[in-house]
């Protein structure tokens, strides 16, 4: 079983940055895939970028060239880096993880980009 922890949303002005995190409850090595997800209101929820245990990744063509997944093996953590936010980055952005054919969840962390 893998829990997930994500921290870091909140509010910010177009053209900025923030930084999420997932903490992962087991080590992220031994994860086949995690990634970022989000749901904006009335919208389904949609994938937005993911990282293999070997370190290949993929984004969505909408954060390409703004959004970063990475990851701190150490700390069992991966990261989200997004720099020229935009308001329809707004969303609920959630941790996944795939392991053992199982898909986990966080709980969710809000993002509001708004002026």
């Known amino acids: 079983q893998v829990q997930l922890v994500e921290s870091g949303g909140g509010l910010v002005k177009p053209g900025g940055s923030l930084r999420l995190s997932c903490a992962a409850s087991?080590?992220?090595?031994?994860?086949?895939?995690m990634g970022w997800y989000r749901q904006a209101p009335g919208k389904q929820r949609e994938v937005v970028t993911t990282?293999?245990?070997?370190?290949?990744?993929t984004y969505a063509d909408s954060v390409k060239g703004r959004f970063t997944i990475s990851r701190d093996i150490a700390k069992n953590t991966m990261y989200l880096q997004m720099n020229s936010l935009k308001p329809e980055d707004t969303a609920v952005y959630y941790c996944?993880?795939?392991?053992?054919?199982?898909?986990?969840w966080g709980q969710g962390t809000q993002v509001t980009v708004s002026s």
């Open positions: 996944n993880a795939l392991s053992d054919l199982i898909t986990y």
């Open positions: 087991k080590t992220i090595l031994s994860i086949y895939r």
């Open positions: 990282v293999t245990s070997g370190g290949s990744t």
